[in-house]
Each structure stands twice: as C-alpha cells, then as structure tokens.
C-alpha cells in the first residue's frame, strides 16, 4: 500500500479557477507537510501540520488553505490560481521530531493556463 | 535561519565513475542531515541519513559522513551506474521551527553508459 498518496497525480486548470489537492498517509505519523517544487527543482515548504494543528505557515498568499480534517489527511485548497502557482506539490508526513526524515508522496503536478 | 548548499548541476559522469556531490550547512544547534533522490517524474526517497557528527549514513553504494568541523555533508558513489541519474537533494531538519526540512538546490546526476 502506498504510505503517503496525493490525488490529482496531474491537475491541469485555468486562470482564476478554484482547485484542490487531498493526502493521505498510513503510516501513524502525525506531523504533515506541504511543500512546492518550482521548475528549476527548488523545494520548499509551504505548511506543516502537527496532529490536526498549523504549526508552520510559510510565507504564502493567503489563496492558500490547508486543511486537515484528522491527523491522517492534509488537503490543499487554492482559491483564484495564478499563472505563477504552476509548479509541483508534494505532500510529506513524518513521525515527532523529524530525525528520521520525511516519508513524501509521488506529487501532484498543478498546470495553471 | 538555517540553510543548505550544494553543488550545481548538471554532473555528468560515465558508467562506472566516481561520484561526490558536495553539501554544506548553516544551522543553529546539531541538525540531522539527509540526502534524498529524485527519479524523473516521481516523489522523493530518502537515500540516507546521520543524526550526529561523525555519523556515516549509507544505502545502495551511497555514503556520507556528517562533519561538524567542516560543516559538511558530501554524498560519495564508488561506481556509479545510469539508474542512479537522478536529482539529489541535501537537506537538513533543525531543532526550532517544528522540525521542518530545509533543502539545498538539487544536484542533477547524468550517468551515460
């Protein structure tokens, strides 16, 4: 079973549009990640979650909105998407203090147009 | 803040070859230190990790040591193959700030046979 999955794998969209991404672990951790990949490869972090609360809230516009119903789950919501949101999202969940490293999902690869 | 820096890319190299990929840190404290891979068109895997100074981390051929003089973190192939071509990040996990994982640039890595 994969650990840490994100749907869309792929999200093709226009200008202005509302859209969301949604991840799930099974892996009983409970600290979240979202984080983006730009097109030169850059990663970086946009939010973290620990067991349902904001713990990290990067310097992100605010048409960005996570949510995490429980402590398995941690969506993604952007609201009025710019040609400049286009890149890849990952989702990451690790268990507390992070020492081990993070398990990440496969990616979902927004395309704004 | 907490930062990490690591060798542009592209390196291209031939089957067989020596490879280092050089990494150094800016941290408060004693961070633990990764290297995670990416192939083309998937998510990120963590390669290998050390969680003190002098620790060795290694996996699948790949090693490095954590050198709190230098500050460093270099990843070290003996004989590289083409399925190792890849993108590899450095990266490390503070004490503050919720754990989160800090990324270098990425090093793109060409093996041609």
């Known amino acids: 079973d994969t650990a840490v999955s994100q749907t869309p794998k792929y999200l093709v969209t226009q200008m202005g549009n509302d859209k969301s991404i949604k991840c799930e672990q099974n892996?009983?951790?409970?600290?979240m990640y979202w984080y983006k990949q730009d097109s030169k490869k850059f990663l970086k972090i946009m939010f973290s979650y620990n067991n349902k609360e904001l713990i990290i809230n990067e310097t992100v516009p605010n048409r960005f909105s996570p949510k995490s119903p429980d402590k398995a789950h941690l969506n993604l919501h952007i609201n009025s998407l710019e040609l400049g949101d286009s890149a890849v999202y990952f989702c990451?969940?690790?268990?507390?203090?992070?020492?081990?490293?993070?398990?990440f999902g496969s990616g979902t690869r927004l395309t704004v147009v | 803040g907490d930062s990490v820096t690591q060798m542009e890319g592209p390196v291209t190299l031939s089957e067989e070859a020596f490879l280092t990929i050089n990494c150094t840190y800016t941290?408060?404290?004693?961070?633990?230190l990764f290297w995670y891979v990416q192939y083309p068109g998937e998510g990120l895997q963590l390669l290998l990790k050390?969680?003190?100074?002098?620790d060795k981390g290694s996996n699948k051929g790949f090693e490095a040591t954590y050198r709190k003089e230098t500050t460093s973190f270099h990843l070290e192939k003996g004989s590289v193959q083409v399925s190792d071509s890849a993108v590899y990040f450095c990266?490390?996990?503070?004490?503050?700030?919720?754990?989160?994982?800090?990324f270098g640039a990425g090093t793109i890595l060409r093996v041609k046979s």
């Open positions: 990451a969940s690790s268990p507390p203090g992070g020492i081990n490293g993070y398990t």
């Open positions: 892996l009983g951790h409970d600290t």
């Open positions: 990266a490390l996990s503070g004490e503050v700030y919720g754990n989160k994982l800090v």
């Open positions: 050390a969680t003190k100074a002098d």
């Open positions: 941290a408060t404290g004693y961070p633990s």
